[in-house]
C-alpha cells in the first residue's frame, strides 16, 4: 500500500537557522508529491509540489526534491523565521485515485526568536 | 483564487443530534470533493471522497450511515453527522480539487458532541 514517513517533531530552531524536514514514501504507481503547512488554528495549505522524478518544488524559501531513487521528498529552508512556525504534512497522491491523498503524520516546528 | 470555506466553524451539540457541516468552492468548480477527520496533534484522515451527483466513496472502517456525505453541486458538499456521540468530537476538514489534481482546503470544522 501507500504510505508517507515523516522524522517526528516538534523540531525547535532558532530564527535563521537551517530547516530540514525528512519525508519518504512507499508507492505502488507514480505518485506526486506535495507538502502542506498548518498554520495555528487554520486550515492546510498547499506549499509545494513535485509531480514526477527529479522536480524541485519552491515557494517562500522552502525547496523539496523528488527523489525517486531514495523515494524522497525533504523539506529545506534556508533561514527560518518565526512566521514559518507551523505543522508541516508530506503528502502524496496517485495518479487515477481522483486525486486522494495520503499524509504522513505532521512535523511541528517551532522557531525562537 | 482557489478558495475553500466551511461552516460553521465550529458547533457544539448534544449526544444523539445530527449536525451538518457544508463545504464550498467560492471561486472554481470543485469536480471532486474530500472529507477528511483530524485528531489532536495527529495527521488527517481520509474519510470519504465525493464527485459531484455521484455517491461518496468511503475508506475502509468509515460509518456510511453515520457520516452522510452529499455533493449536490460542483460548488458545494455537506457532511452531516447523524446521531452524534461524544468521539465523534473532532476537527472535520474538506478539500476541495477542479480539473487538476490539487487540493485546495477548508478552513475546518470543530465538532464538538457533549
Known amino acids: 500500500g501507500n504510505s508517507v514517513t515523516q522524522m517526528e517533531g516538534p523540531v525547535t530552531l532558532s530564527e535563521e537557522a537551517f530547516l530540514t524536514i525528512n519525508c519518504t514514501y512507499t508507492a505502488t504507481g507514480y505518485p506526486s508529491l506535495f507538502w502542506y503547512v498548518q498554520y495555528p488554528g487554520e486550515g492546510l495549505q498547499l506549499l509545494l509540489k513535485?509531480?514526477?522524478?527529479?522536480d524541485k518544488g519552491s515557494n517562500k524559501g522552502f525547496e523539496a526534491t523528488y527523489r525517486k531513487e531514495t523515494t524522497s521528498f525533504h523539506l529545506e529552508k534556508g533561514s527560518v523565521q518565526v512566521s514559518d512556525s507551523a505543522v508541516y504534512f508530506c503528502a502524496l497522491s496517485i495518479t487515477d485515485s481522483w486525486g486522494k491523498l495520503q499524509f504522513g503524520a505532521g512535523t511541528q516546528v517551532v522557531v525562537t526568536p | 483564487g482557489a478558495v475553500v470555506s466551511q461552516h460553521p466553524s465550529w458547533v457544539i451539540c448534544k449526544s444523539g443530534t445530527s449536525v451538518k457541516i457544508e463545504c464550498r468552492s467560492l471561486?472554481?468548480?470543485?469536480?471532486?470533493m474530500f472529507w477528511y477527520r483530524q485528531f489532536p496533534k495527529q495527521s488527517l484522515m481520509l474519510m470519504a471522497t465525493?464527485?459531484?451527483?455521484?455517491?461518496?466513496?468511503?475508506e475502509q472502517g468509515v460509518e456510511k450511515d453515520k457520516f452522510l456525505i452529499n455533493h449536490a453541486s460542483l460548488t458545494l458538499s455537506t457532511l452531516t453527522v447523524t446521531s452524534a456521540h461524544p468521539e465523534d468530537s473532532s476537527f472535520y476538514i474538506c478539500s476541495a480539487s477542479g480539473s487538476g489534481e490539487t487540493q485546495y482546503f477548508g478552513p475546518g470544522t470543530r465538532l464538538l458532541v457533549l
Open positions: 471561486d472554481f468548480q470543485a469536480t471532486t
Open positions: 465525493s464527485n459531484e451527483g455521484s455517491k461518496a466513496t468511503y
Open positions: 513535485a509531480t514526477k522524478a527529479d
